[in-house]
């Protein structure tokens, strides 16, 4: 989103939470980046939203940004809040769903 101030340019210091924004009754993600090895996500889950139960055949590492969320990672859930990380070991059954609007970074290592 070239020249937009809402998202400001990625090779700029940027804050975490300005890297996506709310939407009522969605959930929005942003790719920041995308390679063969890896990725990083930013997402943004309004009240109530959430993903559903899920398996991935890669560990993934969950930040919360803003806000807080109960992530289940094989029938365990915890309430995760700001500034806290989550791992998401690969293969293991895992969801999310928002106790309030949050944000988070989503980091999936595929090596």
Same mark, same amino acid.
């Given at each position: 989103?070239p020249?937009?101030p809402?998202f400001?340019p990625?090779?700029?210091?940027?804050?975490?939470s300005?890297? /996506?924004?709310? *939407?009522d009754?969605? &959930?929005v993600s942003?790719?920041?980046?995308?390679? @063969?090895?890896g990725?990083?996500? %930013?997402?943004?889950?309004d009240a109530g939203e959430?993903?559903s139960e899920?398996t991935?055949?890669?560990?993934a590492l969950?930040?919360l940004v803003?806000?807080?969320?109960?992530?289940? /990672?094989?029938? *365990?859930?915890?309430? &995760?809040?700001?500034?806290?990380i989550?791992l998401? @070991?690969a293969?293991q059954?895992? %969801?999310?769903r928002a106790?309030g609007r949050?944000?988070?970074?989503?980091?999936?290592?595929?090596?």
């Open positions: 989103m020249n937009d809402a400001p990625l090779s700029d210091p940027t804050e975490l300005r890297l /996506v924004d709310y *939407q009754g969605a &959930v942003r790719a920041i980046i995308k390679k @063969p090895t990725t990083v996500t %930013a997402f943004a889950f959430g993903l899920h991935a055949p890669f560990d969950v930040q803003e806000g807080s969320a109960d992530i289940t /990672v094989s029938g *365990q859930t915890s309430r &995760v809040t700001a500034g806290q989550l998401l @070991p293969g059954p895992h %969801a999310l106790a949050f944000k988070m970074l989503l980091v999936m290592i595929r090596d």
